[in-house]
């Protein structure tokens, strides 16, 4: 219905016919509910984080980018820009300056855990403050465990957690962006309002930020496991 709306907008506007015969026909509704991302459970994102080996840099680069996506309901893109500069404290608390598609720019505060994670990776890293613009989280020298100099991609984020998911025993059907689905479920659940989820996620409208939610998957699986049959 789309394309042909379309044909006949573009014959009217080139004066072929006078009345496009598709303005009175309704098509098709099309309602979605809840996202398709599948999510992790609570437990399965703890065990993630528990497995990855942090005797070597890449192991704590990696931790700290899991836990950025796990505190932040972040997107892999956001965490492909951040720089040296974006990790910085601002009064009594050390904030992320994220930069998100559309160019918006968030600032997120960081709990401990996650500050006590980056700064590991910093210092194991050897990334000097002074060099702001560096990238924060670069990729390897192949299969070694030495880092370059340049920014891991959102496709390399990717692939280091599929590499993660795989050593831990757990689905390889999770992406990056299951963590912000698995984060904004989890903040519904416990009661915070709306209004605070979706500031966090960085939605322009609650109806997004509902798409996030697995609650009512959550119901529903509760549902069917009554079934007596």
Known sequence: MSIVRKLFDFLVTGHVVLVSPALSVEGPR??????LTPAFEREQV??????????????????????????????AGAVAKLRVKDFRPEGTQWILLLHEKRSKARKIPVRADLQGYLEAYIQ???????DKDAPLFRSTV???????????????ILRMLKRRLKD??????????????????????????????????GHAAPSTTRLYSRKRQAVTRNIVERISI
């Not at 465990?145 to 959102?154: C, E, G, I, N, Y």
């Not at 025993?169 to 009661?191: A, K, V």
């Open 168 to 201: 831990s025993g757990l689905p390889l059907n999770f992406t990056c962006h299951s963590f912000r689905t698995t984060t904004i479920t989890d903040l519904i659940e416990q009661g915070v309002p709306l209004e605070d989820v979706q500031y966090l996620a």
């Open 30 to 35: 099309y309602s979605v509910l809840e996202g």
């Open 46 to 75: 703890r065990s993630l984080l528990r497995s990855l080996d942090t005797a070597s840099v890449v192991g704590l680069r990696d931790r700290a980018i899991l836990a950025i996506f796990t505190y932040t309901a972040c997107r």
């Open 124 to 130: 194991a890293a050897g990334i000097n403050p002074e």
């Open 142 to 156: 192949r299969k070694t465990k030495l880092l370059t100099d340049r920014a891991m991609t959102p496709g390399d």
